[in-house]
């Protein structure tokens, strides 16, 4: 550290006791730290018109135990998973209940695939709540992951820039692995709206 990045205050001026104090006050605040910024986005090549377009997000599951997104993609190189109801919006939080459109409440293995619709071109700031791990890629960027296991768990707040209205690709690769299970995904597009879950309007995704 160069004598001009040194911080205008040492632990000594401050005291332990002020840096306890600084501590607590972080805690105390709701976590929103510096937004990323993500662009570069690739929207689907061709896109859907609206009679081929199924609602919400196809899903393939795996019934096994995983503790990290990397076990979940190792085990779907070798086995067949099965396809599940579509996912209609990504608002779960389900306690100890069923995992997402499963009738299983634990070790669930989830490969979520479809499109999700920037009606606008702009800034939109996304969020991401999950237990267990999760990892998500739109328009051919990885977004944010959270990989292994851990109980509910927001991100941070991260902006899309998106330069292109359209349908873009979306793909979750999500396990629970036991006891309570969320994946939410929430934005705040451009414009007036508040932050709140992706609509299921939103989403959608070409049957198979
Ligand atoms: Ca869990």
Known sequence: MTKSQRPPYSVRQIGLAGLGAM???????PTISTAETISGLTPAKIQPSADHLKP???????GAQFNHITELIQWMDYKDGWSGDPIPMLNYQVGAGN???????????????????FERSGSYTI?????????????GKMIYEDPDV?????????????????????RVLYFEKKNTSTLELYWDPPGPQEIDYVPAEAFGHIRK
Do not use: C, K
């Open 127 to 139: 969020m991401v709540q999950s237990n267990d791990g999760v990892r998500l890629n739109i328009g």
């Open 56 to 62: 919400g997000l196809a899903v393939q599951y795996y």
């Open 99 to 117: 995992v997402l459109t499963t009738s299983s409440n634990d070790m669930v293995g989830a490969d979520i695939t479809g499109l999700i619709n």
């Open 23 to 29: 501590a607590l006050a972080m805690v105390s605040l």
């Open 150 to 170: 851990h109980g509910d768990r927001f991100s941070d707040e991260i902006t899309l820039e998106i330069s292109e209205p359209g349908w873009y690709p979306v």
